[in-house]
């Protein structure tokens, strides 16, 4: 029997600190040898001129989660992980919504049904918690983080998702009592409520006017607000997709008072301006996301939160809706007013090109500071072992990336539920050949090779109050 199942030879390995050239050994998905001239193997895949980076983990995907009457996200979990898989993934996480009123074990047991045996990566859950009631905050929370789901989103915005401050200290208390880790969206709803109703009392009810219903200070006040309250019940936090220099500099202050807050940006905040939702018809709901994308000097801020450690998260924020559907960007309703239109972009395979290329290609980011913003940090962050980095131990969940090969980003060339990409006609220099998940490839020169339900899902540990990522 040969020593090792697989072993990659002559590529050059990528970790969040090192860059050295070493073969991979791998035997039953596993790493277990990094080192020169490895042959014992039952199949040697060359990489030669290669970069042999851990596989993508992205921390912030929405996967078949329901979004309002008549609404249908674009992606099933089938869908949705075969693109992430092509774009260089090999782990992702969801959300599991609470609906008003229910309890979250029901919640979590609809969401395993729809992931299970059809997902082409592994995956992990994030409940969002929209119901803090006694029996949430006092029974089901703590035990499902005991169970392993150790992370949680609350909203302060939206009708049927926002907690009050209140609430959110009582969510506050329950993390630190449990070691849960809680993700905020950062915007303040009697704002946006008062600037949508304002804009479309004068007429302007456009995509465009998304973007000035929420504006920079609405972001800003929030991410404040919520940094205040996890100081008071002194519990660390992430701050998801910041979008803008303001929000990040309070999360910069944060940290250098010595607080545990975390911060997230996304692949539209550094590439797209609220430019792109200017259109007179409906293109402009092609953008439409939460918080929006701002103008190129907050794409500046971004790129210095990713380069100066203020952001330790680089996710896609992938929330698909299809544009030219009733059940999507082009509901009825959206047409009536910015309101209604779909909230979010796809995103997940597009994460980690836009990445490589405009931050390593371009030389904004070393391709450590890559590895480390969409891979070790997530796992780190979420308490997730063994995933995360190519060391020895570690799962074999890898991403053969090209340097120098470039590709155009088109709708045509993607594997998403969605029928367009906002990403559409971005140069890429840089992209990932290969995708393999525990030591079997998934994607192989430019093929899917991997089975639907070769993913499975992996319950996290609680990261230790000292090790929430580095933050
Ligand atoms: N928040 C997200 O995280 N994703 C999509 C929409 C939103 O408001
Ligand atoms: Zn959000
Ligand atoms: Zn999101």
């Not at 960007?329 to 990445?355: A, C, D, H, Y």
Request: proline share 5%.
């Amino acid at each position: 029997m040969a020593t090792f199942d697989t072993v990659i030879r002559n590529g050059t390995v990528v970790t969040a600190s090192e860059t050295f050239k070493a073969d991979v050994g791998i035997r039953d998905g596993r790493i277990v040898a990094l080192g020169e001239a490895l042959t014992d193997a039952s199949e040697i895949v060359d990489a030669t001129r290669l970069l042999v980076l851990p596989g993508g983990i992205d921390s912030h995907v929405h996967i078949s989660q329901p979004s309002g009457p008549g609404i249908v996200m674009a992606d099933d979990f089938t869908s949705a992980t075969r693109a992430a898989a092509f774009g260089g993934n090999t782990f992702v996480m969801p959300y599991c919504l609470q609906a008003k009123g229910q309890p979250l074990r029901e919640a979590l047991k609809d969401y395993h049904a729809l992931a299970e045996r059809h997902c082409y990566i592994d995956h992990s859950f994030h409940l969002i918690i929209s119901d803090p009631t006694d029996a949430v905050l006092g029974q089901e929370l703590p035990a499902l983080v005991a169970d392993g789901y150790t992370s949680l989103k609350i909203f302060m915005t939206y009708a049927d998702m926002v907690l009050s401050d209140y609430e959110i200290l009582q969510v506050l208390t329950v993390a630190r009592e449990t070691g849960a880790l809680v993700q905020v969206h950062a915007e303040n709803y009697d704002a946006i409520r008062f600037l949508a109703d304002r804009l479309e009392r004068a007429g302007n009810t456009g995509p465009y006017y998304h973007a000035k219903s929420r504006p920079i200070a609405v972001e800003r006040e929030a991410t404040h607000r919520a940094i205040s309250l996890a100081e008071l019940i002194d519990v660390p936090l992430v701050i998801v997709h910041v979008s803008n220099r303001e929000a990040m500099e309070e999360i910069r202050r944060a940290q250098q008072r010595g607080l545990k807050i975390s911060g997230e940006t996304c692949p539209q905040y550094l590439v797209l301006t609220e430019e792109d939702l200017k259109d007179l018809g409906m293109e402009g709901a092609k953008y439409v996301c939460s918080p929006p994308p701002r103008d190129v000097a907050s794409q500046q801020a971004c790129w210095e939160g990713l380069q100066q450690g203020v952001f330790t998260l680089f996710s896609s924020d992938h929330c698909p809706f299809r544009f030219d559907d009733e059940a999507g960007k082009l509901t009825p309703g959206g047409r009536t007013s910015f309101r209604w239109i779909p909230n979010g972009i796809p995103g997940v395979e597009t994460r980690l090109p836009i990445l490589f290329s405009e931050g390593v290609s371009k030389g904004r980011i070393t391709v450590n500071q890559f590895v480390a913003l969409t891979s070790t940090n997530h796992a780190k962050t979420y308490g997730l072992t063994g995933k995360g980095s190519i060391s020895v131990g570690y799962d074999a969940d890898i991403a053969l990336w090209d340097p120098k090969k470039t590709a155009t980003l088109s709708q045509a060339g993607l594997h998403h539920g969605a029928d367009y990409t906002p990403y559409e006609g971005i140069e890429i220099t840089g992209w990932p050949v290969a995708t393999m998940l525990r030591g079997r490839f998934v994607v192989r020169d430019g093929a899917l090779v991997g089975p639907e339900g070769g993913g499975r899902y992996v319950s996290r540990s609680a990261p230790a109050a000292g090790d929430r990522g580095p933050a």
